[in-house]
């Protein structure tokens, strides 16, 4: 409703926001929602969310689908952010620390927040079969919110991707490929077909509407937090969609003189099997190469190449953030003692975080009494095969 256009975030073209897009046609780089903010405002205030549904959909005015009956939904977003204490009290300085339990979104992984948006604007703008490829939670999401919408879902995903996760793709009406490959040779093979399939390219980052439903993760900490934002922010990433998401947002949130310019250290976190923005990051370099023989159990952690590494690796640098690697072994630890201290049975990608922080305690990078936030991105129950 406040969408003005569709802006390429390395080259800058506009672009037609009402029809199906994909990438940047001059570039090939990706396409960030632009909105009207001024108008967007009179509307969406901070008093107005106090009465507002709890999911997602509360910021709709920064959202882009025109017609509500588009909207394809479970009640997406507005997870908890919880005081993690006792987890807190294992940690050898004194912190402020939080879990934002994205476990709790449907189909357990913060995924559904961006194929809400995504299925949402494919359906508004005529699409039919949507493909994606994915490491394991995209897929799920997609296969849900594409039979909700009475669309098809075409998913090709690694063939070791946790069984959990092809299980629920094929019992919730997908149409289901493994590939003895990675992510990447997975979106190889929906780029191949698209065309004599007629299929939308629903890819992270490769249509502009995934990012903005996760970005609401970024709306939803500043609400939380009571419109202040934490100090450091740790998140699992992989195409980096949500790290991305959340930067868009607080600059959004900042022209509506919601927050002033102060922002969270933002910190990647991967996983030294696969840690393409790690290496980047400390190499000072704008873009990220491809990571070879990519591996961990971390699925969502799985993705060599992405395609958005040049923002990713901006929010870093501009935040005063960082982007760290821990082993696998250390993360599977992890699960178990966030488990055993906070009661959540979190996902490996989640887990992660926990390392990543006690590394940053060692280096000094984060100070006591600071607020952190570590970022649950999905349910450990998803990955039994790890256990
Ligand atoms: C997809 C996924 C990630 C990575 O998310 P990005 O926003 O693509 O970086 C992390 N954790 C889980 C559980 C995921 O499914
Ligand atoms: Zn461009």
């Known amino acids: 409703m406040n969408v003005t256009h569709l802006e390429c975030a390395n080259c800058h073209a506009n672009y037609e926001a009402r029809t199906l897009q994909n990438l940047c046609i001059k570039c090939g780089k990706p396409l960030l929602v632009r909105y009207d903010l001024t108008k967007a405002g009179e509307t969406l205030t901070k008093d107005s969310l106090k009465n507002r549904e709890d999911n997602l959909w509360r910021y709709r005015e920064v959202l882009p689908v025109e017609n509500a009956e588009n909207i394809v939904s479970f009640g997406e977003g507005w997870t908890p952010l919880l005081k993690a204490q006792r987890l807190a ?27 809400s948006a995504a299925v949402s604007m494919a359906k508004e703008l005529g699409a039919t079969k949507l493909a994606v490829p994915s490491a394991g939670n995209a897929a799920g999401a997609l296969a849900a919110y594409a039979s909700r919408a009475g669309l098809e879902a075409h998913i090709f995903m690694p063939s070791d991707t946790p069984r959990a996760n092809v299980v629920e793709c094929q019992q919730t009406g997908a149409f289901v490929t493994l590939i003895d490959g990675l992510i990447t040779d997975c979106g190889a093979e929906v780029a191949k077909r698209k065309e004599a399939e007629g299929w939308f390219d629903i890819s992270t980052l ?52 919601w927050i002033d310019s102060k922002r969270p250290r933002m910190v990647s976190v991967q996983s030294d099997g696969c840690a393409p923005i790690v290496r980047a990051f400390h190499a000072g370099e704008r873009f990220a190469g491809e990571f070879e023989n990519a591996a961990t159990v971390a699925s969502g952690l799985r993705v060599p190449k992405a395609i958005g590494d040049f923002l990713i690796l901006d929010a870093l640098h501009k935040s005063g953030g960082t982007a760290i690697a821990v082993r696998d072994e250390q993360l599977i630890l992890a699960v178990k003692e966030i488990g055993t201290a906070e009661g959540l049975f979190v996902a490996p990608e989640g887990a992660a975080c926990l390392p990543a922080l006690r590394m940053m305690i060692e280096q000094h990078s984060v100070k006591e009494t600071e607020r952190v936030v570590i970022f649950n991105t999905g349910a450990g129950v998803k990955y039994l095969e790890c256990f």
């Open 206 to 257: 490769k249509e502009p509407y995934r990012i903005e439903g996760k970005k609401t993760m970024g709306y939803e900490l500043a609400e939380q937090f009571d419109w202040n934002l934490p100090d450091v922010i740790l998140y699992p990433t992989g195409g980096g969609t949500g790290l991305i998401g959340m930067w868009k947002a607080f600059d959004e949130m900042e022209a509506f003189g």
């Open 89 to 115: 009290e294992t940690l050898p300085i004194k912190l402020n620390l939080f879990i934002k339990d994205e476990s709790q979104n449907p189909t357990q992984s913060f995924k559904a927040r961006g194929m």
